[in-house]
């Protein structure tokens, strides 16, 4: 069986991040579950004008509107931009920078 979904149409729940998370007060993230299979979770997440930081699991992304920049604790930057195919760490310590909103579809290694 195959599956697809449209990654810029898919429909995000929007929240603001935790006081602890968000670098630039009012920062919002938003996130889609869209799919799990095959030992895989394939979602959405978006992120507004702003700075942020987080830490993740392993998780390969790509970016498929917007830009910004995310570097992790070494000083290692990934410049994001439409297209821009990334991967994170479980040890990562993320700053996100996104000086346009940001949105990307991420993969993960299921959780089950």
Known sequence: ????????????EWSDLPAEKSVTPGVRTAIAELWSDAGFDVGIWEHSVGTSTDTFDDEIFVVIEG?????DQ????????????????PDDETTWVITEPLRKVWITRSSD
């Open 67 to 71: 830009r910004g920049t995310v570097t």
């Open 1 to 12: 069986m195959i599956n697809s979904f449209q990654a810029r149409a898919a429909a995000t």
């Open 74 to 89: 070494h000083g290692r930057t990934i410049d994001l931009a439409p297209g821009v195919v990334g991967v994170l760490h």
